[in-house]
C-alpha cells in the first residue's frame, strides 16, 4: 500500500479545510454495541451515526447521515510532516456507498447500529480500481456470509507457484495476500478463481459491488502481520 496515495490524499483534504428480515427488524442502540471488530483510541467509535458537514468530496454527501464502519490512522513515517489524521469509512444508505472521511467532516450523533447490520449475506468482492487483463497488483475487500468486511490483496512475484496467507493489518482488518508466479495472468477472472477455491464458493455466487476502499482498511504500518 503506497503511502503517498494518503499523503496526496491528506493535502487536498486539509488545504479544502472542510439484509435479512432479522436485521431490518433491530434498532439501534443508545449505547455502542459489544463488537469482536478491534478496538483503538480515536473520536468517533465505529458503528456510530453520523452527520457529513463537507462539501470536499461532492454536494451529494453534504448533510447526509452515516455509519462510521471502520477507522484507520496511517503511519507517515517520516516522510510527511503533518501530524497523523484519523480517517473514517463511513457508510452512506442513502447513496449505498462507503466514503472516507476526515474527523473534522463528520458531526457525531446519538445513535449506534448493530455490527451484524454490516455482516454479509452472501459472497460480495469489491475491487479498488478497474482491473485490465493483465495486471501486476489486485486489490479489493470481500464479504462472506455472516462475516464483516475483509480485505485482499493479489501480487504477481518472482515464486514459483502461487501461495496464499491469511493476515492481520496493523489497522485491525483481517484478510488474505496471494503471491502469483509471473507466468500467471493476474485479472479479475484469476481473482475470483483463486478466491472461490479457497473459501468454497461458487465462482457464479460471488457478487460483484462497490465495498470500501481497501487501501484505507488496511492503512497502518506498511507491512502485515500474519494472523
Not at 486539509?14 to 483510541?41: C, H, I, T, Y
Not at 503533518?82 to 449505498?96: G, K, N, S
Not at 455472516?146 to 493476515?167: D, I
Amino acid at each position: 500500500m503506497a503511502i503517498f496515495l494518503w499523503a496526496t490524499f491528506l493535502d487536498s483534504a486539509l488545504v479544502a479545510g472542510e439484509r435479512s428480515p432479522e436485521e431490518q427488524d433491530m434498532k439501534p442502540a443508545k449505547e455502542p454495541p459489544r463488537s469482536d471488530l478491534p478496538q483503538s483510541p480515536f473520536r468517533l467509535h465505529r458503528l456510530r451515526h453520523v452527520l457529513i458537514q463537507t462539501r470536499r468530496l461532492g454536494e451529494c454527501y453534504y448533510n447526509k447521515v452515516g455509519t462510521v464502519i471502520w477507522q484507520a490512522r496511517p503511519d507517515s513515517g517520516s516522510l510527511h510532516p503533518l501530524p497523523r489524521p484519523w480517517f473514517y469509512c463511513v457508510y452512506v444508505p442513502f447513496l449505498d456507498v462507503y466514503q472516507w472521511f476526515l474527523d473534522p467532516d463528520l458531526e457525531p450523533l446519538d445513535q449506534f447500529d448493530d455490527v451484524r447490520l454490516y455482516y454479509g449475506v452472501r459472497p460480495e468482492l469489491s475491487f479498488d480500481t478497474e482491473a485490465a487483463d493483465d495486471m501486476e497488483v489486485i486489490e479489493g475487500c470481500y464479504r462472506l456470509p455472516g462475516r464483516f468486511w475483509e480485505v485482499f490483496e493479489y501480487r504477481r512475484r518472482g515464486v514459483p507457484q502461487s501461495s496464499r496467507r491469511r493476515l492481520i493489518w496493523p489497522s485491525g482488518i483481517a484478510g488474505i495476500v496471494c503471491d502469483v508466479p509471473m507466468r500467471e495472468t493476474l485479472s479479475i477472472a484469476y481473482v475470483i478463481s483463486s478466491m472461490s477455491r479457497h473459501f468454497h464458493v461458487a465462482a457464479r455466487e460471488w457478487s460483484i459491488v462497490r465495498g470500501p476502499d481497501s487501501f484505507y482498511m488496511a492503512m497502518g504500518e506498511q507491512r502485515p502481520r500474519a494472523k
